[in-house]
């Protein structure tokens, strides 16, 4: 059950998470409904039921399988990265446009105000976010790249609001010059590095 014919689970449960981006980001949370995210999967409402019990569990399941694309990039990019320089990189994206996935973050956050079945999983994913960004601080204080004065929670606090306000600012709203994001960026990382290491990461 919740197969197309000639196409695994595995292959159907990819083809919903991409339908629900575009069409949460085409529509919003509340202008979505199951039915239409089944039909630009082409599959029936029952198969996506197999899968997903809820519109809820799908926003969050289409979030996370965003985030895991945009991770596996970077690390098969440069598999050896230090903390730091991955800070800079994913710094770097923010102010650029995004695709359709990539606002999701907005429905979500704007749909978990409102609803408590999306509030649910959101604060588990924001935790599973902020969890993994402390532990790369963690990394970087532990090899000396970051001031282990510094709370790796904190600063996972601090990068999950650029990355959320940034999903809002879009662009079209007010753009940035690349050349002076980066070196603004630079600055703050090199800003949190311990006292007595002089080099910038680049």
Known sequence: MGRIPGVTAAETRERLLKAAAEVFAARGYD??????IAAAAGVSNGALYAHFGSKAELLVAALRAHGRRILAGLFAADPDRSA???????????PHAREAAGYL?????????RDEDVARPMRDYVGERADWIAELVRAGQGDGELDPGLSPEALAHFCLLLAMGSALITPDLHAVDD???SALLT?????????DRAEDPQ
């Not at 730091?84 to 923010?94: D, T, W």
């Open 31 to 36: 202008g979505t409904r199951v039915a239409d």
């Open 84 to 94: 730091a320089e991955l800070l800079l990189v994913l710094g770097r994206r923010l």
């Open 105 to 113: 973050v907005v429905e979500a956050l704007v749909a978990a105000r």
């Open 179 to 181: 050349a002076e994001w």
């Open 187 to 195: 600055r703050v990382v090199a800003a949190i590095a311990p006292p």
